[in-house]
């Protein structure tokens, strides 16, 4: 396994990290289990999860993915030997009503406080690694929206303050590093410029999507991602398991996320799967397994600390934390960098 460090600090992450957020919906209690184990006995140190999850979210299932790692850290023993994140969610407009009063929706201080000490009781730890924002308070684009669209939001909470109130949670010991997720260049910089100003945390990390369907991250936040020492903590490497070429020629896996929730269709588009074609044919020519490959490619960024995988098998499990040992050629890198090309970001 390789390890990189958290940023600035002196923490080793290894390049591959658990993702969670099956657990509680695809994957049951002991199927996570099962997964934390075999990660974590071969070299897997780095485990993300959130408040929100599973995934999708709703009443019924939320909180259940913390509360499985909760009672797996608790069972290992394992706990000071692993670097955990998780994430409060932001303002969602009317769609997680089961954990934010539709009333008071934002990232404030009552809300932050509440969602902290929820995940911390639910996971059994007195402190997380890494906590992170899962979206941005003030409206901005993500989750794939394109265009920009400038929308004043006097209510958003200042960055000032949200600063104020994770260095709060710092003081007490309940969080030792904070990051972003699903912000913009200008977003990550401003948490930074901030920080340094007003003596608060500096921001570790920023989770956004990266994949070879999605690398609008190099368009500006690469760059910051290696000035700064912020780096990616690339999320749905795999484009939901698209980029496996199980979804091909239309077919519909059974049990699959695509063909149990065909709303998620971010990276189901005409485009998104010609540029799948082309990554799993390059891969075939290659001898490669066209999902390790793509994982591969993830391993293999210069602005990356590390690449959250999901599986819900333990063979998919065993062959992504295999990507770590897997380097591409530099003939597969140019044929990877030729269909880019052809086909850049087709699922932004
Ligand atoms: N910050 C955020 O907003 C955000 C958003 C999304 C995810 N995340 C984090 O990132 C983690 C990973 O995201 P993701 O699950 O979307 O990643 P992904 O790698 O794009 O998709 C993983 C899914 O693809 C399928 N799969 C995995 N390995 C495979 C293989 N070798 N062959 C065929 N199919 C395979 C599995 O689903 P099926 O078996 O159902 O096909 C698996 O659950 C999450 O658990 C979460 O921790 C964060």
């Not at 390890?3 to 996570?32: F, P, R």
């Not at 911390?120 to 394109?146: E, S």
């Not at 903590?233 to 496996?244: E, M």
Request: glycine letters at 6%.
């Amino acid at each position: 396994m390789i390890y990189n460090k958290l940023g600035l600090t002196n923490i080793d992450v290894s390049i591959i990290c658990l993702g969670t957020m099956t657990y509680g919906e695809q994957n049951s209690e002991s199927d996570a289990h099962q997964q934390l184990d075999y990660a974590v006995a071969n070299g897997v140190n780095f485990i993300d999860t959130a408040e929100l999850y599973a995934i999708p979210p709703k009443a019924e299932t939320y909180g259940l993915t913390e509360r499985y790692i909760g009672n797996w850290l608790k069972k290992s023993g394992k706990r000071n030997q692993l670097v955990l994140a998780t994430k409060v969610a932001g303002p969602a407009d009317g769609w997680l009503p089961h954990i934010r009063n539709e009333k008071n929706r934002r990232l404030d201080r009552p809300n932050i406080e509440t969602a902290l000490n929820n995940s911390l009781k639910r996971l059994q730890t007195d402190y997380v690694d890494l906590y992170q924002l899962h979206w941005p308070d003030r409206k901005t684009n993500f989750f794939g929206q394109l265009g920009y669209s400038h929308v004043h939001d006097d209510e958003s909470v200042a960055i000032e303050e949200t600063l104020s109130i994770l260095n709060d949670q710092v003081q007490q010991g309940k969080i030792r590093y904070i990051g972003l997720s699903n912000d913009t260049p200008w977003g990550v910089m401003r948490f930074i410029e901030l920080a340094e100003k007003l003596n608060m945390p500096r921001v570790v990390t920023v989770q956004n999507p990266y994949s070879l369907l999605n690398r609008t991250f190099e368009i500006g936040l690469a760059e910051i991602a290696i000035r700064e020492q912020v780096g990616l903590l690339a999320y749905s490497p795999l484009g939901f398991g698209v980029l496996s070429g199980k979804y091909l020629h239309g077919a519909k896996p059974d049990g699959a996320r695509l063909t149990l929730f065909p709303d998620y269709n971010r990276y189901s588009n005409q485009n998104a799967i010609a540029a799948t074609e082309a990554y799993v044919q390059l891969a075939h020519d290659q001898g490669l397994d066209p999902a390790q490959m793509a994982l591969a490619y993830v391993n293999s960024r210069e602005f990356l600390t590390s690449n959250i995988i999901g599986a819900t098998t333990m063979e998919q499990l065993k062959s992504n934390i295999e990507s770590a040992t897997i380097e591409l050629s530099a003939d597969v890198m140019k044929h990877i960098e030729a269909i880019h090309t052809r086909y850049p970001n087709p699922s932004p």
